[in-house]
């Protein structure tokens, strides 16, 4: 995980806690089961809809785009404001309003993915020893 993204953790800190997740070759961001950002190349976009658009073109903030088929193709991300980064009360504005529009997409929470358990190895089995023989000395006569 890259410096920026763990560093999300404390930008965000009054909003509350984030989890952050490796996807698409970036990163989502959540927040109480919600996706609110995505991160690519270490530059933050979050989520927006037609609810917070007025925030986000104010600020000629644009959104996040990808090349699918030689189309730009936008997604319902926009680019965070920088301002962000140094106002930790900012950063926690931007963060409602973008839970705020995860919470409209309708989309139900995700639960956390459960990190999967160390798997044991099955314990190597060696060849049964065999026990020696007893033989019976013979008695002297």
Known sequence: MSDFVQSLHEVFERLGRIQTRRMFGGHGVWHEGRMIALVAKDTLYLKSDAGSAEHFDRLNLPPFTYVRQGKEMPMSYRLAPADLFEDREEAARWGRLAYEAALR?????????KKAAAKKAPAKKSPAK???????KASPR
């Open 105 to 113: 997409s309708g989309q139900p929470p995700k639960p956390p993915k």
């Open 130 to 136: 065999k026990a020696p023989v007893k033989t019976k």
